[in-house]
């Protein structure tokens, strides 16, 4: 059983100099070796960042560097899939962001990749390990909350992203449902069988100019019978706002205190809180967890969850969301199975 785990991370934009802080000191049992950027300047700012590990231009030498065990992905979404089928076949475990990628045909290629290697492979749906999601998933499991019936799952982003970022975003659903479509799932621990969903472009044009949606409502109902409601919108307009309602026979859980500061300020004027401004504030401790617990089991041989599974279903339910709402009817999400 190996006992440290060389890893290399490959992207050092948004999401990867964060990881590289992370894989740099916060993770015991690991070592940051190199960090991969095609910008030199990405990769050299975040090698210094974390106090000079070597970093290169080229993640492919990354992947067929023989001394590295693991390779994190944290690069543009197109290219997750060349890089993971690449890793794989090198022999190395495998951690790359969502999604693997915007369609399911690429999605598929890439995890028979992993598959035919045998390579541990976690998707990073991190939510999976924010303190609060992991302890309901905890006692839902104990049995704590009797017979999950329904889950209210909603997410708005602070403001919309650019119109560079939606134009090659693959859609709402594809895009920011799909970290939504994971947690009902994986909390219900259930398979969907009918998915419904209702889009409209509310927030601005350039939705409308791009075939896209801003604000949704999805509603699943599960193989238990159970039920979920997830609401998103690319707009809140006072933070981020990501709150889940659990409920039970014998209880219910409602997740997601949204101060950034732990405070509530009382006056004549009211009560008054700031609030947490986006994901990288919100899910800070996920985003450690996820990686801790990738080492983890690598190092105990286990294989990391989420899994291949796992990043394909919440694809799969992206996929029935969108022929629901183009049929304006339900649709068996199996149905691209
Ligand atoms: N789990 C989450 O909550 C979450 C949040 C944000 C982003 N993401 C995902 O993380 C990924 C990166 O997002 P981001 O916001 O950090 O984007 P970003 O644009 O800030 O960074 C992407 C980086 O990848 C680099 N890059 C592009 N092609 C490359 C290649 N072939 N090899 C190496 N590096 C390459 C770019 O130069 C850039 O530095 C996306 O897939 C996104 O979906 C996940």
């Not at 209880?251 to 700031?274: K, W």
Request: proline share 6%; charged share 25%.
């Amino acid at each position: 059983m190996a006992t440290r785990q060389r890893i290399g991370l490959i992207g050092a934009g948004r999401i990867g100099r964060g990881h590289a802080r992370t894989l740099a000191g916060r993770v015991p049992d690991a070592e940051l070796v190199c960090i991969a950027d095609v910008s030199a300047d990405a990769a050299r700012a975040a090698a210094e960042s974390v106090g000079g590990v070597p970093w290169s231009t080229d993640p492919l030498a990354l992947i067929a560097d023989p001394t590295i065990d693991a390779v994190v992905i944290a690069a543009s979404t197109a290219t997750h899939a060349p890089l993971i089928a690449a890793a794989a076949e090198a022999g190395k475990a495998i951690f790359c962001e969502k999604p693997v990628a915007l369609d399911l045909e690429t999605t598929d290629a890439a995890l028979a990749a992993v598959e035919r290697a045998g390579a541990p492979f976690q998707i990073g749906f991190q939510r999976r390990y924010d303190p609060a999601y992991a302890r309901a998933k905890d006692l839902i499991a104990s049995g704590a909350l009797g017979r999950i019936e329904h889950i209210r799952d909603t997410m708005r982003d602070p403001a919309p992203p650019s119109r560079a970022y939606l134009e090659i975003s693959g859609g709402l659903f594809r895009d920011m449902t799909i970290h939504n479509f994971d947690c009902v799932r994986w909390l219900m621990g259930a398979d969907p069988v009918e998915v419904f969903a209702l889009g409209a472009a509310l927030t601005d044009p350039v939705f409308a100019e791009l075939g896209d949606i801003d604000t949704s409502i999805v509603t699943i109902r599960f193989a238990n019978d159970a039920l979920a409601v997830i609401d998103n919108s690319r707009r809140s307009g006072f933070g981020y706002d990501v709150r889940t309602e659990i409920f039970g026979s014998a209880g219910a859980l409602l997740i997601g205190q949204q101060a950034e500061t732990p405070m509530l300020r009382l006056d004549a004027g009211g009560v008054r809180s700031d609030h947490v401004r986006f994901f990288l504030e919100r899910f800070a401790v996920a985003y450690e967890e996820e990686l801790r617990a990738f080492v983890r089991a690598l190092i105990e041989g286990r294989s990391p969850e989420p899994g291949p599974a796992d990043a394909r279903a919440a694809l799969q339910l992206a996929y029935a969301a969108e022929a629901a709402r183009a049929a304006n009817a339900p649709v068996d999400p199996r149905r691209w199975g």
